[in-house]
């Protein structure tokens, strides 16, 4: 564990030196922001102009918010993973103690530890449909979980950085193809479930009315889900060669 | 001749890379979403679409092709050829904007059909794939790394994306009219808003005002960041 602690030591140290990547720290700020003060901005001018209420679809939004800061940190880990593999990096971590797989438990740590603060903050602060702490404690475990499938995604499936960014475009499906589940009934929307984040789209859509069962039940398959995916590809990226 | 084979080869790549399955798939995503609208948001989110994603993909996509190069010190070998950096410019440039102008037409065609006249939508989006690719290029020649592109470039982007707000109708200003992407809406929403000669011959002059500009750009950012660099440990 020390090697992948003194790799942290370095990355903090790159981070300071390179003030470019600090501000890419705050990017999911950004998105938070914007739905903070955007969502009900919107939602005024469509209701003033259109008679269309958006708070029907406050639950998804949320979702889609959540899921999307998860997606922005587990691309920036997957493309600082890409990068580092064009450069050989990773076959220099592999020689030394910290070995591959104490690399990637670094990489994929950070992004998770990134993921549960911004996405904490989402639900606290910004999400505009109201958000209980039971359902904070049922959200960010397949939330966190996120963003280490989406950046394996792009590591164990891409060759390189240009095929990493085509697989990017393909990463986003993954966040927005199951929120159709959101308007499609009870038989065929099991079909998404494949798709973690279909898991995230379920909780919210359950609410916090009086459900305690069920929204637990949705949280442990959905964490399932999430762990499973991760294993999955985690397995893959270690059988690279590369 | 040269640039010829140059645009093949890069098309080559980047099918070879998986551009244009990741598009298809984008597209049809994009398809099913336009089926699923009501049919009197479908030609508003048909322009926003196709201006917010086809039309800058290259912008996105030509990081990864520069930096990957960039990596592999592609260039040292590539620049002792005859082959000139104003044709790897357009070559590039050339062979992303065709990925964008199929993704659009397929997106148009699905929803509209034969029955639309998509000349100058079709127009709008090489020109705006021409310039956003050429700035993006630009972008990424400075760039080591692919996280440091995408923050300069999403800041970059930001500025060219603020005629959307005029279109959504959220805020304006006249300024707006300097700025390439307003032509862009202008050329895209015309296939459905019929607009006088005189607009559109502005807003054609403009992006090719704006792309000659980027063009420049993205060549004093090869010069200053890949040719001069040249031979010795690299930046």
Sequence with gaps: MIPALRLLRSDLRLVRRD??????????????????????????????????????????????????VSLILGCMCGFMMLDERDEYLIQYYAVTPLS??????????AAVVLSVIYDAVLLLCAAPAPISIAQLFYLLPMAALEAPFIALFLVAYAA????????????????????AAWFIGS????GFAIFPAYWVYELLKLG??????????????????????VYVLLRRFLRRQD | MRLT?????????????????????????????????????????NILLTFTDPSMLGFFFIGGLVLLEKGQDIHNTLFVTPYKPEEYIFSKTLSLTLLSALSSYMIHV?????????????????????????????????????NGFFFL????????????????????????????????????????????????????????GWSGLAFLWARYSFRKFIMLQMGGDGP
């Design chain 1, 160 to 179: 390189n950085k240009v095929e990493g960014l085509a697989l990017t475009k393909g990463a986003g499906l993954f966040v927005a193809v199951p929120a």
């Design chain 1, 100 to 109: 591959r797989r104490g690399y990637l438990v670094c990489r994929l740590a």
């Design chain 1, 19 to 68: 003030a470019m990547l600090f501000f890419y720290l705050i990017a999911p700020l950004l998105l938070i922001s914007a739905v903070w003060f955007g969502v009900p901005a919107v939602n005024d001018v469509l209701i003033s102009y259109f008679a269309f209420d958006l708070s029907e679809y406050y639950g998804l939004i949320t979702g889609a918010s959540l899921l999307l």
């Design chain 1, 208 to 229: 916090h009315g009086g459900q305690p069962w069920r929204a637990l039940l949705l949280m442990l398959a959905g964490t399932g889900v999430h762990m499973l995916a």
């Design chain 2, 110 to 146: 699905s929803q509209f059909g034969f029955t639309t006249k998509p000349l100058l939508l079709m127009l709008g989006v090489v020109m705006t794939s021409i310039f956003f690719t050429l700035a993006g290029m630009g972008v990424a020649f400075r760039c080591r790394s692919l």
């Design chain 1, 187 to 190: 038989p065929l929307k099991y």
């Design chain 2, 153 to 208: 470039s999403t800041l970059v982007a930001l500025v060219f994306v603020l005629p959307l707000s005029d279109y959504l109708q959220i805020w304006s200003t006249p300024l707006y009219h300097l700025l390439p992407t307003q032509a862009s809406l202008l050329l895209l929403r015309s296939v459905f808003e019929p607009i006088p000669p005189l607009q559109w011959i502005y807003a054609i002059l403009l992006l090719a």
């Design chain 2, 5 to 45: 084979a140059a645009i093949a080869y890069d098309i080559k790549l980047q099918f070879r890379h998986g551009f244009y399955y990741a598009y298809l798939v984008i597209s049809l995503f994009y398809i099913a979403l336009l089926q699923f609208l009501p049919s009197s948001a479908r030609e508003m989110a």
